[in-house]
Nanobody
Framework: EVQLQASGGGEVQAGGSLRLSCAAS????????IGWARQAPGKSREGVAS???????YYADSVKGRFTISKDRAKNTVYLQMDSLKPEDTAVYYC???????????????????WGKGTLVTVSS
């Protein structure tokens, strides 16, 4: 059974940093791309970053230069380092996975097959 567990959310002041983790199990980690999406209150879900089964990465314009996605193959875990956080980054963040070799774009992240429960990030001004 594919399982994705996102963690690391919390409350931080604007300009601060958080690191989210996505622990994966139940599938061959090296064969899957992992993506992060977020959903702010009253807004539709947005794909923000992804990493391919290799090392290719994708970032939405809204987070480019501030967020960094990486993976630890030994731990079957993908990280989302979020720096220079803004109040508009406040959202529930989800990780998702799907088999493939490319780094999915924002829309493609939303179409990924497997999703974990989200973790809430709150950025105060």
């Amino acid at each position: 059974e594919v399982q994705l567990q996102a963690s690391g959310g919390g409350e931080v002041q604007a300009g601060g940093s958080l690191r989210l983790s996505c622990a994966a199990s139940g599938f061959t980690f090296n064969d899957y791309a992992i993506g992060w999406a977020r959903q702010a209150p009253g807004k539709s879900r947005e794909g923000v970053a992804s990493i391919s089964s290799g090392k290719d990465t994708y970032y939405a314009d809204s987070v480019k230069g501030r967020f960094t996605i990486s993976k630890d193959r030994a731990k079957n875990t993908v990280y989302l380092q979020m720096d220079s956080l803004k109040p508009e980054d406040t959202a529930v963040y989800y990780c998702a996975s799907d088999i493939g070799v490319g780094a999915p774009s924002s829309a493609a992240i939303l179409g990924m097959d497997y999703w974990g429960k989200g973790t809430l990030v709150t950025v105060s001004s």
